[in-house]
């Protein structure tokens, strides 16, 4: 894959990204008093007008990762506040429809689970990684031998429990 450049360059463009999307969440804040509707209209145009200064970005640098280019913030910040107006609609909208009530939890469900669950996600990514892939079992790591002996899906249903995915 090549070097992927870290420092000022990546930082710059990382800080970029995260004043686009502190913007948005501010002008949620602002917002708060005006009507549901208006809130996701308002989270909308500024994500268009992300998506309207992408053309500008382009003549710059093509998008582009590795550096974190004006571009690839820019895609970014358009495609990640367009959600926003969402999840406005679908959580902040009072709800007197029970099937609409039912489908915000289940959409809000793993959420929740997931930020409440912060330590188990943690303990799953790296500790039963470092399992699968230093206990030694029949000549190999752990990891190896359950998906030659499990197979993909036995293997994902042995480990997927605890979140982890065996380093490649």
Known sequence: MGHDPEGLAST????????AGFAAARLHHRLRAWPVAARAGGLLALAAAWAVALP???????VGKRLWTPSFVAVHAAAGIAALPLAVLLFDAPLRNRLLRGLRTAVAWPLVALGRNALVLWIGVFVVGKVLATTPVAGGPLGKHLLATRGPVGYFALTAGAGSSWPA
């Open 56 to 62: 500008l970005f382009l003549l710059l640098q093509p």
């Open 12 to 19: 710059l463009g990382a800080l970029a990204t995260f004043l």
